[in-house]
């Protein structure tokens, strides 16, 4: 791989679940360095090599690569319990974690949050989020409020009466409760204290030593806390633009930004989604694509390709080259759609509304496009692809503006392929 850039930020576009872990993972084999800067354990990749798949949700993909430096980021929220839970799977498979950093001023989430996140969630009947219930959201808000704890607050001399006093207002717990909530927590800060570090620092001198640095978002950008489609979103920034302050380096850091594409549209959970369609097409290509949540296993809506949310994304997300990912999914359709325009009242619209409302009632305006209809799981590179399916490339960086790196066609390393230098202009 040619390193003309020394970082590169790997984020999702649409809403989440667009296989950013499987391309991270590629790149992760060239990477010295891999750093996770947003979101919880809510955010599960699946990544498949060597005919078998490994899960992971808070831990950054490049674990699979053993000469590979994994950071959790300042910008994450950390369920101490189920990290230590995912590092013994993980050892369990052979992987060695030896190699995972956690930055002292990320903030924990505790029982607290968890209870705190389903009575929300319960509370808003018709109107739920369809949150994961992991305590994200209370994490984050408490972040914000400043009532928040981070790993480095374990050194603090009076870390364990101030977090007692926290821990009995808000869950009305015994004091013989807490002592063995807490003797389970501290039990599990033990497994990482030794790992725990200056993400910045660490990450700074990485890129001073001319290291190539991956940074993985989660979730997509439609679901970024102020640019997505509020309030169905997550409790924090996915964009490329947290890339720099989730982890403690500078925004002239960060170099270059690829934006992971699905190649149709999957959305979890409810809020606005204009191409989402519910006939038998769906159902073929939620089968075809395994669309299920990999922590909910919860039925991922289907929808075509939405090409104006798409270009908001680039715009909002940063992003400066597409990576087409489930390309392959599409193999059976005779007919695609692409949609290229939204209209609101009769009105034609060029961007997403902000409004959810709004966002429900527009009709999106479609192209139709011939399907290949050929098995396209083997190919090596763009000139084995089917007419039509160069033609659908083609067509989606015509009407966005922005230019493909390269696409895959199945959950293996192998199938992915990249259409020119990886970190070329």
């Known amino acids: 791989m040619n390193k003309k850039y020394k970082s590169l930020v790997v984020v999702g576009s649409q809403w989440g679940d667009e296989g950013k872990g499987k391309i991270t993972d590629y790149f992760a084999q060239d990477a010295d360095m891999v750093v996770r800067y947003a979101g919880g354990d809510n955010a599960g990749h699946m990544i498949e090599f060597n005919g078998k798949r490994h899960k992971v949700t808070l831990v950054p993909s490049g674990i699979f690569s053993p000469h590979v430096k994994n950071v959790i980021g300042n910008g994450t929220v950390i369920n101490l319990h189920n990290l230590v839970v995912e590092l013994k799977k993980l050892?369990?498979?052979?992987?060695?974690?030896?190699?995972?950093?956690?930055?002292?001023?990320?903030?924990?989430?505790?029982?607290?949050?968890?209870?705190?996140?389903?009575?929300?969630?319960?509370?808003?009947?018709?109107?739920?989020?369809?949150?994961?219930?992991?305590?994200?959201?209370?994490?984050?808000?408490?972040?914000?409020?400043?009532?928040?704890?981070?790993?480095?607050?374990?050194?603090?001399?009076?870390?364990?009466?101030?977090?007692?006093?926290?821990?009995?207002?808000?869950?009305?717990?015994?004091?013989?409760e807490f002592e063995a909530y807490y003797k389970d927590l501290m039990a599990d800060f033990q497994v990482v204290a030794s790992q725990i570090i200056d993400s910045g620092e660490m990450i700074e001198e990485a890129l001073m030593d001319d290291k190539f640095v991956l940074f993985e978002g989660a979730q997509g950008v439609l679901l970024d806390i102020d640019h997505g489609t509020y309030p169905f979103v997550t409790s924090s920034n996915t964009t490329a633009n947290n890339a720099?302050?989730?982890?403690?380096?500078?925004?002239?850091?960060?170099?270059?930004?690829?934006?992971?594409?699905?190649?149709?549209?999957?959305?979890?959970?409810?809020?606005?989604?204009?191409?989402?369609?519910?006939?038998?097409?769906?159902?073929?290509?939620?089968?075809?694509?395994?669309?299920?949540?990999?922590?909910?296993?919860?039925?991922?809506?289907?929808?075509?390709?939405?090409?104006?949310?798409?270009?908001?994304?680039?715009?909002?997300?940063?992003?400066?080259?597409?990576?087409?990912?489930?390309?392959?999914?599409?193999?059976?359709?005779?007919?695609?759609?692409?949609?290229?325009?939204?209209?609101?009242?009769?009105?034609?619209?060029k961007s997403l509304p902000a409004n959810d409302a709004e966002l429900r009632r527009v009709k999106p305006v479609y192209i139709e496009m011939p399907g290949w209809e050929t098995d396209i799981t083997n190919v090596k590179s763009f000139a084995e692809l089917p007419q039509n399916a160069q033609n659908y490339m083609k067509k989606i960086e015509e009407i966005t503006g922005t230019k493909f790196l390269g696409f895959s066609v199945g959950p293996d390393r192998k199938q992915t392929i990249m259409l020119k230098g990886a970190f070329d202009d």
Do not use: C
């Not at 509370?123 to 989020?129: F, G, M, S």
């Open 244 to 349: 720099s302050t989730g982890s403690g380096i500078h925004r002239k850091q960060v170099e270059k930004v690829v934006g992971v594409v699905k190649a149709y549209n999957t959305r979890v959970g409810t809020g606005g989604m204009p191409t989402e369609i519910f006939d038998e097409t769906a159902d073929r290509i939620r089968e075809r694509g395994h669309e299920y949540g990999s922590n909910t296993k919860r039925p991922r809506r289907i929808g075509w390709l939405d090409l104006v949310a798409l270009k908001y994304a680039l715009r909002t997300g940063g992003i400066d080259e597409m990576f087409l990912t489930l390309f392959d999914v599409l193999d059976k359709e005779k007919t695609i759609k692409l949609a290229v325009g939204y209209e609101l009242d009769g009105k034609t619209i």
């Open 91 to 176: 050892q369990s498979e052979g992987i060695d974690t030896k190699n995972l950093f956690l930055s002292d001023r990320a903030h924990l989430i505790f029982d607290y949050h968890l209870k705190t996140d389903a009575e929300q969630e319960e509370a808003r009947k018709e109107n739920r989020l369809g949150t994961t219930k992991k305590g994200i959201g209370p994490a984050y808000a408490d972040k914000i409020a400043r009532f928040g704890f981070r790993l480095a607050d374990f050194r603090q001399p009076n870390f364990k009466e101030t977090f007692e006093q926290m821990w009995l207002d808000r869950t009305g717990g015994t004091k013989t």
